[in-house]
């Protein structure tokens, strides 16, 4: 059986609406985008690492983490275009047989979790996958309860339905049955046999704002502080 082909893609526009030119800044003395190739190189499964970004400025940064760069059409950067288009366009250009979408806004995964999505989707036989984070809390939709009752005693934590909430720190396609759909009917996110994967609490931090940004920065830089730290407990006097 011929082994398939699969390639991871980083998402880079150059444009941000919540923080400008957010793949460009410096978090803990590197781009924010590095850390989405760092992490697809790191985990050993991709037959090629693809920065993806209508800005021939990301070029440079590919090159100095060992990745490849694609530049896609100008018109498909905009902050308003949907990104079924660009992942069509980039597969049509980079033809493969699975493409994942490694998304530098998830600078704490690893290239463990990363490699353990893959293998997830492979071994699933899926068609098409979004990372989600499961969170065991009390949840509203539209001010009614989703997963509570209001009636009767206040339900533990620990004994309610968790919920799923998109992380997006890795989507991923079979090739064939992406085109086919978008072809067909213009969306193809969810198409075919799809899947969820849940990840760890640190790939679900995402930065989309200076307030996250700030956050992980001060996550990283205490972990290379606090590398023996261990929990320790009042001594009850």
Known sequence: MKKETIIAMIPARMGSTRLARKNLAILNGKPLVSYAIQ???????FNRVI????????????????????QRPVQLGGSSVKSDDVVYDFMIKNPGDI????????????????KNVITFFCEQQLDS?????????????GGRPLNFSEEGLFAQTQ???PVQRFVYSVM??????????????GHAFFCGKTGYYRVSRESALLVKTEEDFRLIHCIL?????NKDFRVEYDPLD
């Open 159 to 161: 004994d309610l339905v």
């Open 221 to 225: 830089t205490g972990k290379e502080q």
């Open 51 to 70: 920065v993806n970004s209508e800005d021939a400025a990301f070029a440079g940064i590919a090159a100095r983490y060992r990745a490849e760069f694609y």
């Open 99 to 114: 493409t994942a979408w490694v998304n530098p806004t998830s600078p704490l995964q690893t290239g463990e979790e990363v």
């Open 172 to 185: 991923m396609w079979r090739n064939n049955t992406f085109c086919e759909a978008y072809k067909k009917q």
């Open 39 to 45: 992490a697809a190189r790191e985990s050993g499964v």
């Open 129 to 141: 996958l979004i990372t989600v984070r499961e969170e065991q809390v009390h949840c509203l939709y």
